[in-house]
Each structure stands twice: as C-alpha cells, then as structure tokens.
C-alpha cells in the first residue's frame, strides 16, 4: 500500500521559503503518476499548487507560479515543494498526493502538516 | 481556469436520508471529474474518479453522475459516518481546480 508522508519546519517566518519534502512508500515515485501538493487554509477549501512527474515536468497553479518550485529525489523516493516570500495567507495545512494514473483521482495522500507564517 | 461551483455550500441531514450534492464547471470538462469526502483534521479521501467510479471499499451507498459541465453526488441512505464535507475536484486541466465544498451536518 503506498503511503505518503509530509515532513518540514511547522513555523515559517514572513518572507521566508517554505520548504517540504514529501516520502514516497510503498511505491516507486517513477511509477507512471503525478504527484501533487495541495494546501487548505484554517476552516477554507482546498487549493492545488502544483504536480511533478519523476521525469522532473511540472505545472503550477499560476497563482502560485512565480513563487513555487517543486522537485523530485528518484534516489530517495520524494518529492518537494519549496514557496518563497511567503505572507500570513500561506499558512495552512499542505498535503501532498499522488495522482492515479488510470483515473487522475488523487488516490492517495500524506496525512498534512500545518505550517504557520508567523514571525 | 475552470471554476468549480458546489451547490449547496451546507446540508442539515438525518441518518438514513437520500443526499443530493451538485457539481457545475464553468466549461466542459468531459468526466474528468473526482469528488472527495473530508473529515476534520483528516486529509480527503477519494470517493469516485472520473464522475461515477466508485473507488474500492467505498460503499455503494455512494454514487456520481454526469458528463460536461453538470455532475451530482448522490448518498442512498445517509449514514453516522458519511458527516463530512464533499469536495468536487475537475481534473481536465491545468490548474486543478475544486468546488468549495459541501458540509454536511447533523439535523
């Protein structure tokens, strides 16, 4: 069964970089999905921000696009997302997912992790 | 961007009731269509892929329909369980865009 799981600092200060690394279990990251990062505000919706390919292609949400990067570790078996100049309205829960390639469901997803912009 | 609108935004039902919830896509998008049960303080959980298959272990209480720009959640008989919030997801095309979500709350 794959699993993922979100790790990175809980508290970022305001125009910092946001970092995460999300672990890859269960599964290689070179299977034939996207892998994906999504975040939710307290008590709001869901927002997508972007996927990656273990070939390294991307798409962003390009209310985003100027300010997030994401990569993958073939090696290590994750993928990251880093989010500079980050404000007060970055904090939420992050979670990231993988994209089901026979249904483009996410089909799986790490548990979240809160991160705070706050100084 | 394709916008997604839920409808409606909060439900006040009962256990064993038939439960409705509505999609609509500002633009065609085909079946390319998921929705996702939420928990609080839990990440979303896919339901049905591509408008109306049902994901393994789901119950089949559970249903989806639709095609283009109109889709509908449909629960049989609401159980304890199924309190949660509802997301609609389009996955058509870049940037994935969800519906705001639909919760649904104990009368």
């Known amino acids: 069964q794959v699993q993922l799981q979100e790790s990175g600092p809980g508290l970022v200060k305001p125009s910092g970089t946001l970092s995460l690394t999300c672990a890859v279990s269960?599964?290689?990251?070179?299977?034939?999905?996207?892998w994906s990062w999504v975040r939710q505000p307290p008590g709001k919706g869901l927002e997508w921000i972007g996927e990656?390919?273990?070939?390294?292609?991307?798409n962003y949400n390009p209310s985003l696009k100027s300010r997030v990067t994401i990569s993958v570790d073939k090696s290590k078996n994750q993928f990251s997302l880093n989010l500079t100049s980050v404000t007060a309205a970055d904090t939420a829960v992050y979670y990231c997912?993988?994209?089901?390639?026979?249904?483009?469901?996410?089909?799986?997803w790490g548990q979240g992790t809160l991160v705070t912009v706050s100084s | 961007d394709i916008q997604m609108t839920q409808s409606p935004s909060s439900l006040s039902t009962s256990v064993g009731d038939r439960v409705t919830v509505t999609c609509r896509a500002s633009?065609?998008?085909?079946?390319?269509l998921n929705w996702y049960q939420q928990k609080p303080g839990k990440a979303p959980k896919l339901l049905i892929s591509?408008?109306?298959s049902l994901q393994s272990g789901v119950p089949s209480r559970f249903s989806g329909s639709g095609s283009g720009t109109d889709f509908t959640l449909t629960i049989s008989s609401l159980q304890p369980e199924d309190f949660a919030t509802y997301y609609c997801?389009?996955?058509?095309?870049?940037?994935?865009?969800f519906g705001q979500g639909t919760k649904l709350e104990i009368k």
């Open positions: 591509a408008a109306s």
């Open positions: 633009q065609s998008i085909s079946s390319y």
């Open positions: 269960g599964g290689s990251i070179s299977s034939s999905n996207w």
């Open positions: 997912a993988r994209v089901s390639y026979t249904s483009s469901g996410w089909d799986h």
């Open positions: 997801q389009q996955s058509y095309s870049t940037p994935r865009t």
């Open positions: 990656i390919y273990h070939s390294g292609s991307t």
